[in-house]
């Protein structure tokens, strides 16, 4: 079993909901448009984790064979069950992303979010151009213009949370398991991989999403919960992830009060939603889809 990511890097109800908000039934369609999928495709996602943007696709593509696969038994385990729970009809497969265990020649489209700048570039196109079909599509998605930080729910103002926090990260960066290898992630470096790779017809296109914005009219309660609860579940599972790491970094007590501290502020955030407080603040994400035609 390969648990590593989903302990030490992104926890899977982490990643499952922060996938929700960017592909929801609201803009699901959009989605479908602008990757160019059709029922009846036989579809591959590297790198699904929870499976969040194959169930999506199966609820819209009832006739599309649609396949996840993740290296983290933990991410595949997680998309396993939560596939029974929607009573959906997708498959997923646990395995590296550059030795793919299907036959050449086998999808229509192979698609990947934020994945591709965690594997070795060469094998990672390369394996995906083995097994699509003549004509079939590989997609590379990335997301930029996160905003002034690539994790807006860090805590910035100093404060008993912000020492606690920066505490446990402080030690848990030496820990060999925080240490990621990361390879270039632009989308230029994007299409010389796939060019070189024998793909063609290599297109470039853009999907905008509003990722935080809870006080805006057009947003439902449950949507703008969501948002709020986001930032908080990814800073509660930061913090558990660095314990894990650096477990003498924290006495209990402190590690028990920093949980409580990052509860209570979203707590406070919640409470200033219902009391129709408005800030006016949001965030969008810019999704980036690189493809090319095999």
Same mark, same amino acid.
């Given at each position: 079993m390969n648990t590593y990511w989903s302990k030490y890097v992104q926890k899977?109800? @982490?990643?499952y909901l922060s996938r929700a908000l960017r592909f929801h039934s609201g803009n699901i369609d959009k989605w479908i448009d602008i990757m160019q999928l059709h029922d009846g495709m036989r579809i591959l996602e590297v790198g699904c984790a929870g499976g969040?943007? $194959?169930?999506?696709? /199966?609820?819209?593509?009832?006739?599309a064979e649609i396949i996840g696969l993740d290296f983290d038994t933990g991410h595949i385990d997680f998309a396993k069950k939560k596939t029974e729970e929607l009573n959906l009809q997708c498959n997923f497969v646990a395995g590296d992303a550059t030795q793919l265990p299907f036959e050449d020649n086998s999808f229509d489209i192979c698609y990947s979010h934020t994945v591709m700048n965690f594997c070795v570039p060469e094998k990672f196109v390369g394996e995906q151009y083995r097994v699509l079909k003549p004509g079939g599509k590989m997609i590379v998605?990335?997301?930029?213009?996160?905003?002034?930080?690539?994790?807006?729910?860090?805590?910035?103002?100093d404060c008993e949370e912000k020492e606690l926090y920066d505490k446990v990260w402080s030690a848990a960066s030496k820990n060999l398991n925080s240490q990621i290898k990361r390879y270039e992630n632009?989308?230029? /470096?994007? $299409?010389?991989?796939?060019?070189?790779?024998?793909?063609?017809?290599i297109s470039i296109d853009t999907m905008a999403t509003v990722k935080y914005a809870p006080d805006f009219d057009n947003?439902?309660?449950?949507?703008?919960?969501?948002?709020?609860?986001?930032d908080r579940i990814s800073e509660l599972s930061s913090v558990e992830k660095a314990y894990k790491?650096?477990?003498?970094a924290l006495s209990k007590t402190e590690y028990q009060s920093l949980l409580d501290m990052i509860n209570h502020r979203y707590d406070k955030q919640i409470?200033?939603?219902?009391?129709? @407080? /408005?800030?006016?603040?949001?965030?969008?994400?810019t999704t980036v889809l690189i493809s090319g035609t095999k």
């Open positions: 899977t109800e @982490e990643l969040l943007l $194959c169930h999506r696709l /199966k609820e819209q593509l009832p006739n998605m990335d997301v930029y213009n996160r905003g002034s930080k690539p994790e807006e729910w860090i805590p910035t103002d632009r989308p230029g /470096k994007y $299409c010389i991989y796939l060019a070189a790779q024998g793909f063609h017809n947003v439902d309660e449950e949507m703008a919960r969501a948002q709020i609860d986001d790491m650096s477990p003498n409470e200033r939603y219902k009391s129709g @407080e /408005k800030k006016w603040e949001f965030r969008i994400a």
